[in-house]
């Protein structure tokens, strides 16, 4: 596998877990503290909000800002929430066929959860 490709497959994985990735959608409409997305983003810790913005901050997708004693988040660039928007104007468009894949692929764990080699 070659560097860039290496690379493109961990830039998307920042946007694979549920949690960075409504995150980041917050982030679309401003900069945000950890308390205003933990309010956001139902079922999250602040604990795990702030993990997750460290990893968006190391992987360079979000910056931070203190002020006073709260930390205020942003998205790095404003490209990010381009294809954020993409994603969204293609989904429509193929939410069906993601979600029969998604089906086939649970399927597949499951039968491979179930073989045994003896």
Known sequence: MSRELLLK??????FAHPVRLQILDELRNGEKSVSDLVKLIDGVSQSQVSNHLACLRD????????EWRKIYYSLADPKTAQLL????????KVASKIAACLEIIAKAERNRETKHDY
């Not at 497959?9 to 920042?14: G, P, Q």
Request: charged content about 25%.
């Open 85 to 92: 928007r993409t994603a969204d104007d293609i989904l429509p």
């Open 59 to 66: 992987c360079g997708l979000v910056n931070a800002r203190r």
């Open 9 to 14: 497959v961990k830039f998307f994985s920042a």
